[in-house]
Structure formats: C-alpha cells, structure tokens
DNA sequence: CATGTCACG
DNA sequence: ACGTACGTGACATGA
C-alpha cells in the first residue's frame, strides 16, 4: 500500500530526535503519527503556541495567523473540499490541488514561526513560559490523551434507567401542575407557563429582554409556588441524562474501550488547559446525584484511581503576589483560611466563628478571586449592597496587601495593557482603556484575576511536566489521566501505589517556591468519586 | 447559528 | 443611571 511505504520513508527521519520539526498544533499530527505506531521525536517548535504565549487573547487559527502575521490570505479548507452536504474527503482531492494545499500549509507554518520565535526570543519571561511550560505540557497533554479512561457502560445504563423513570413521573406532574403538556427543555414554553397562564412575578430577564427562567428565578419562585421546584428537579435529571450518561459511553473508543478527551492547550486566555470531546473538566460533583456519574470513571483491573488536588491553591498564589503578611501568616500557620478571613472580618476569635460566619467569608474569598465589586458580592449573599461593602472595607483593612496588589493591579493593567503571572505569563486585556465604563470594569475584574487563575495553571502544568518525567524515569505502569484544573488523575498499578502518590505529593508540593506553603489533598479509590 | 441554561474549577 | 463576580464546554430549542 501507498500510505504504508511512504510512512516506512518517513519513519526514521520522524523518529530521528536530532532532525528538528516544526508544526502547528503538533500535539494533533503526533496523534496521527502514533495511530501508524511512529513516536515523533525532536519536536522543536509549535506555532500554535508561539502565538499562544505571545498572544493568548488572539485566535491561532492558520488563517487568522497568516493574515495577521504576513498580510497572506490562505487557500480555505472549504475551497479544496467543498462544504456542508457536498464536502468530500481530502483524499478525494486531485493530486495538485492537494499538493498546494498542503504545501501553503507547510510553507505558511515555517514563516510564521520565522515572524514569532524572534519575538518570544527576546522576552525572557515569555521565552520561558514557552520552552519550560507549554512546549513541553505538549508532550505530556498528548500521552494523557492517549492513555484515556474507562468508563462503566452498565453502571452508566443502569443509572439512566433510574434517571429515566425519574424524568418520566417528572415530566407528568409538571404537566400536571401546569393544566397543559408543553416541553420542560424549553425555556421559553416554561416562560410562557409561568410569567403567562400562571401569572407569576418575573425575577429577571435575559440579555435578550425575555423573562429568565434560570435555576436562580426558579429556586426564587419555588419560595412561593409547586411548579418551579418541579421544573428545577426535570432540569437537573435532564442535564445529567444528556450530557454524562447517554453521553459519555457514545464518546467510547471501540478500538482503545476508552474515552479520550482533548486538551485544548491554547483556548483559555489565562492559561489554563479546555477539555473537549468529551469536556472531562465539568464532570458532576457538587450533588449527590450528580456524583454518581464519577463512580462510572474506573480504573481497569488491578489498578486504582488516584487523585490529587492543590487546596486553595488561587488563595494561597493571592497571598504570594499580595505579600500581605497576615494572610501569609494564616496559611503559614496551616488555618483553615475560610474560618480565618471570618474571625477578622468578624473581629472574633477563631474559635468563636460561627458556620454562617464562615460561609460568609468563603463567598468574599472567592469574590477576591474574582475582582468582586459591592454590587456583586451583594448580589451574591442577598444583602444590601451597603452591607456587602462594609465586609469588603473589613477585609481590607485587616488584609492591607490585598487591597495594594488590587490596586496595584488594575494601575499595572492600565498601563502595559496586560499583567502576568508569577512565571511571567501575560495577559492582554484589549478593553482595558475603554470609555464604555462597564467593560472596562470588566477588564479590570479580569485582569485581578488572570494572575491568579494563570499562575495555578502555570503551576499544575509544571508538575504534570515533573510527575511525567518521574513516572518515564522509574519506568512505572501507572499513567496520568486527567486534570482539571487543580487536580490532577492517575490510573495506579496497586503494587505502585504508596510510590506513586510520594512521587506526585512530592512533585506538586516543590515545582516552585512561594512565600506560601502548598498543600495538596490524595485520595485512592475504585472509581474516581471514592479517590476524590 | 444564536440563545438560554448549567456542568466544572 | 447603568449593569457587574473569573475562566471554560455542551446541550436543547427555535429561528
């Protein structure tokens, strides 16, 4: 066959790792390789993330780089293979079409990173987040997708059995409730129930004007009335229905029996990693219902599914960049940090924190994270927006470095047009200078939170560059699977177990250090909802 | 294909 | 007077 002897030419130049590639996306084309068993080797440099690193807000589409970068208009895909209905197989293709095609690909690629590389070259800190952290998570994000995970097609079945009855006398009382059978996935049919026939008061409307139906209206109208807590309940069941359990067995390998997601490495503008087809990052966890769908994420036999997280990992890096010494102080002395911010908000002993007070001081932590305003953080705990801004002025009293590095942060973004994480990473934020007031706001409210969201992305992808040489290294059996974000996922041979999680413990714990002790929490499991 | 909604960190 | 928590992906509906 054709194919098979000119991959037999290619073969060895592939494997050669002194002959030197260049790509974009090359975590795709070593997929495409690895299906005809050849390991690429010498991976030199990426386009993709040249261009992610220098301009992660941009898109890194080959189109939209070729015009951006070299003012060229590249021959479009669907110029070469028709679109819609009528779209053939690029194999379909006559031979000099093919050829030019492909080659503008290749040629498109080299010049590119002809006109990137010199830029990354001469900034030190973006050089580095390039070669020490993206290029090589390339690698790593390509052996996780390889490896994947098993997922339980019968104790998924058996669920969407019990889920689908569930929907069924559901789906009856609704109607019951409502005089009328309408279809419950349809916001504006529940619309037309609620705020129509049955006259109930409208809560919010959409960007578009029409009344919102959000579980937030609904959980509100639920207060008064039987029908929303009832919809409420379809919805919850019905997103589970679609999205994991009917889901998630369709996105089976039948060659592998595993679900492999992609990691998409240069999506999100902060750093972070995306997963999709399937998304294993949004995984049901903060119900018990919801859990259930975790206990279908199994290791095979003889193996365990380990994970590990970083605990409070955005609030711990807050206090590093902040250097606000009594925060640093509280994670220094190992409290629980919730309970800490409530006893000074509060101005009460530690142990005299009540749950509510804590609960409180959660929603304020996470609404630092987030560049809250009195408005939001208000809207958040239902109180007054005056109330909501006396904890905030409490807080910043008591955490003065905070309030400097918000400052700090929004005159810094002002100014360069961008901040960066503690490894260097940037952030642009185009609108930063806007006069339309709200999306400066905006802007701002991004740019106190990327340093954050993006040094814990900067971090995990370091240890997952770590975690991955150790297990190369002492050649183990066990393989990373997933991360989300703060997590990461190992299938672990039981004979492995007490070396692995010393190995991950020890790599997530010392791949950088802040002026902050880290801390990460390990669980083991049969299936991924007993690891967590 | 936009909209609304909801799953995650 | 206004409209606001940051970052994602996927589903169903309905034009």
């Given at each position: ?80 293979c ?59 994000l ?15 079945a ?50 578009s ?32 229905m679609?999205t ?54 199994v ?5 365990r ?57 959660k ?68 609108e ?24 814990a ?32 996922v ?43």
């Open positions: 066959m054709e194919r098979d002897w000119v991959l037999a030419q290619m073969k060895p130049w592939l494997e050669d790792p002194l002959a030197k590639k260049l790509g974009q996306n090359l975590k795709y084309d070593m997929h495409v390789f690895g299906n005809y068993q050849i390991q690429v080797q010498g991976v030199d440099h990426d386009t993709l993330l040249e261009s992610y690193v220098l301009e992660s807000h941009l898109s890194h589409s080959m189109d939209n780089l070729a015009q951006r970068h070299l003012g060229i208009k590249t021959i479009q895909y669907e110029e070469v028709g679109k819609g209905v009528h779209q053939i197989g690029f194999d379909q293709v006559d031979l000099k079409t093919a050829t030019e095609y492909a080659a503008e690909d290749a040629d498109i690629t080299l010049r590119l990173h002809h006109h990137l590389w010199p830029q990354l070259e001469r900034m030190p800190s973006l050089r580095y987040v390039y070669e020490q952290i993206e290029m090589p998570a390339m690698r790593v390509g052996i996780m997708e390889s490896n994947g995970i098993t997922i339980d097609r019968e104790k998924l058996i669920q969407g059995q019990e889920v689908g009855k569930k929907l069924l006398v559901l789906e009856k009382e609704i109607h019951q409730l409502a005089g009328q059978p309408f279809n419950i996935q349809s916001p504006k049919q529940i619309g037309e129930i609620l705020f129509g026939q049955l006259q109930l008061p409208i809560v919010k409307k959409t960007p004007g029409a009344p919102s139906t959000d579980e937030e209206v609904l959980q509100k109208l639920a207060e008064d009335f039987p029908l929303p807590a009832r919809i409420l309940d379809y919805r919850s069941l019905a997103k589970l679609s994991y359990i009917e889901k998630l067995p369709r996105m089976i390998n039948p060659k592998t029996g595993r679900v492999h997601t992609n990691y998409a490495q240069a999506v999100a503008v902060t750093g972070r990693l995306a997963s999709n087809d399937p998304n294993l990052q949004n995984i049901p966890v903060r119900t018990e219902e919801g859990r259930r769908i975790r206990e279908a994420f290791p095979q036999a003889g193996y599914l380990v994970s590990a997280d970083y605990s409070q990992i955005e609030l711990r890096i807050m206090a590093h960049i902040a250097e606000d010494e009594n925060l640093l102080a509280a994670f220094k002395a190992g409290k629980d940090i919730h309970q800490a911010t409530a006893a000074e908000i509060f101005a009460i002993p530690l142990e005299q924190v009540s749950s509510e007070q804590r609960r409180y001081a929603v304020i932590n996470f609404g630092l994270i987030y560049g809250m305003s009195a408005y939001g953080l208000a809207g958040n705990l239902k109180i007054e927006r005056a109330a909501a801004q006396q904890y905030i002025a409490k807080y910043f009293e008591r955490y003065p470095g905070v309030a400097q590095y918000m400052e700090r942060t929004r005159q810094e973004a002002r100014e360069l047009g961008y901040v960066q994480t503690v490894f260097g990473r940037r952030l642009w934020l185009a930063i200078q806007s006069p339309n007031g709200p999306r400066r706001q905006a802007a701002e409210r991004a740019a106190i939170n990327a340093p954050m969201q993006g040094t992305a900067d971090l995990i992808k370091m240890a997952m560059i770590s975690v991955d040489a150790k297990l190369q290294e002492k050649a183990m059996r066990s393989q990373m699977i997933m991360q989300v974000h703060d997590e990461l190992f299938e672990v041979a039981d004979d492995e177990i007490d070396d692995l999680t010393q190995l991950v413990r020890d790599a997530m714990l010392n791949v950088a250090q802040l002026a902050v002790p880290l801390e990460v929490d390990i669980g083991v499991g049969e299936n991924w909802d007993e690891a967590h």
